[in-house]
């Protein structure tokens, strides 16, 4: 089983920067990928960034330029560094991983409970 825990949420006035952090634990045999959603309230989940194993990053429209997506050097955990935050960048923050617990089972697909991005004067 894999656990994903994300930290780093908070208020933060516009212009300003907060990291996210996301870490995976559990049974865990390798990570093909991770990556942050959010959803704010009344909207639908939204992609913001995703990094592969192979350190490839993708980037939602509304945050290319602003967010930067990074593993950590112990690889089972993943930054989401955001500058320039806008009152629309107001939102949780869901962390998600995908990858095997063993060498011959399925995939899985884990999802932290969310932090809360709050950007407001």
């Known amino acids: 089983q894999v656990q994903t825990v994300e930290s780093g949420g908070g208020l933060v006035q516009p212009g300003g920067s907060l990291r996210l952090s996301c870490t995976a634990s559990g049974t865990i045999f390798t990570i093909v990928g991770m990556g942050w959603y959010r959803q704010a309230p009344g909207k639908e989940r939204e992609f913001v960034a995703r990094i592969t194993s192979g350190g490839d990053t993708h980037y939602g429209d509304s945050v290319g330029g602003r967010f930067t997506i990074s593993r950590g050097f112990d690889k089972n955990t993943v930054y989401l560094q955001m500058n320039d935050l806008k009152p629309e960048d107001t939102a949780v923050y869901y962390c998600?991983?995908?990858?095997?617990?063993?060498?011959?089972?399925?995939?899985?697909?884990?999802w932290g409970q969310g932090t809360q991005v709050t950007v407001s004067s």
């Open positions: 998600n991983v995908r990858g095997y617990t063993r060498v011959d089972s399925p995939s899985f697909d884990s």
